[in-house]
């Protein structure tokens, strides 16, 4: 039963039944799912956005990212993140792995991207988002999860995933 919509998700109750046979009702997060770009400037260089994040009311450096849209793939989804928040279009973007956010309360499930041979356009912001492009070395961007200034879980993914798998 879904008691709750937005444009972004829906939270429903459900009665499951578990794996010994007995049932629960559970409450859940119905998310479309989304993408994550890591945008590959140079071999050792990415972008990363700074954005506002109002649901905690800080700054987060980021990989470019978003839900995807009803009736759309996720590679035409990536493409069109990259662009609306980096301000940059890819000549190749490649699929990397999918994760899932919080398996335990949500549906969301993020595809991963590595976009390449990038070049600059024009940024096509949502009026409330307030966003930072800045060019970071991978050793910088992995000294920035060390110490704290990158604290966002996709963007962590994303940067070991492709320091590990493609630097």
């Given at each position: 039963m879904q008691f709750y919509n937005s444009k972004i998700?829906?939270?429903s109750l459900e009665l499951v039944k578990l794996p010994n046979g007995k049932r629960r009702m559970i409450s859940k997060i119905i998310h479309r799912g989304g993408v994550v770009?890591?945008?590959?400037i140079d071999h050792d260089t990415i972008?990363?956005?700074r954005q506002y994040r109002f649901v905690i009311g800080k700054w987060l450096y980021e990989l470019p990212a978003g839900r995807i849209e009803p009736n759309e793939n996720a590679m035409?989804?990536?493409?069109?993140e990259l662009l609306e928040e980096a301000g940059y279009s890819a000549r190749s973007m490649k699929f990397a792995f999918k994760s899932w956010t919080t398996?335990?309360?949500s549906t969301e499930l993020l595809n991963y991207f590595v976009a390449?041979?990038?070049e600059k356009r024009k940024q096509h912001l949502e009026p409330d988002e307030f966003i930072r492009v800045e060019k970071v070395k991978l050793a910088d961007a992995i000294n920035m999860i060390k110490t704290g200034k990158i604290i966002d879980a996709k963007t962590i993914q994303g940067i070991f995933f492709y320091s590990k798998f493609y630097a």
């Open positions: 998700f829906s939270v770009i890591v945008p590959v972008l990363l956005i035409k989804q990536a493409r069109r398996p335990g309360m390449t041979g990038l």
